[in-house]
């Protein structure tokens, strides 16, 4: 299994659980889709879209996890979407 879509069914997971536990619509749709994105970039091998959506993940939960320090989701999502970036990086390379 292609390590995108290890990181986009766990993405997607964790916006599912933002959804149950917090009624959050944001976190159901932003991790519903940005993890359906990665599920969808390992199984065609789109890297350098699967980099763009890590990044863009990063970007956006990275500060969120600076300055509330909190693991979840922010800090989860940080480490699994800096790991997922590496990865596809190295496939592009």
Same mark, same amino acid.
């Given at each position: 299994?292609?390590?995108?879509?290890?990181?986009?069914? *766990?993405?997607?997971?964790?916006?599912?659980?933002?959804?149950? +536990? +917090? @009624?959050?619509?944001? &976190?159901?749709?932003?991790?519903?889709? &940005?993890?359906?994105? !990665?599920?969808? *970039?390992?199984? /065609?091998?789109?890297? @350098?879209?699967?980099? &763009?959506?890590?990044?863009? !993940?990063? /970007?956006?939960?990275?500060?969120?996890?600076? +300055? &509330?320090? @909190?693991?979840?989701?922010?800090? /989860?999502? $940080?480490?699994? #979407? $800096?790991? #997922? !970036? !590496?990865?596809?990086?190295? @496939?592009?390379?």
């Amino acid at each position: 299994m292609d390590v995108n879509v290890a990181v986009g069914v *766990c993405v997607a997971a964790g916006g599912v659980m933002g959804y149950v +536990k +917090k @009624k959050s619509i944001p &976190s159901l749709l932003a991790g519903g889709l &940005s993890g359906a994105g !990665l599920v969808a *970039c390992g199984v /065609m091998s789109y890297f @350098k879209s699967a980099a &763009s959506l890590s990044a863009l !993940l990063l /970007m956006m939960m990275g500060p969120n996890f600076v +300055k &509330s320090g @909190k693991v979840m989701p922010a800090g /989860m999502v $940080t480490v699994l #979407s $800096t790991g #997922s !970036l !590496l990865y596809n990086v190295w @496939k592009l390379a």
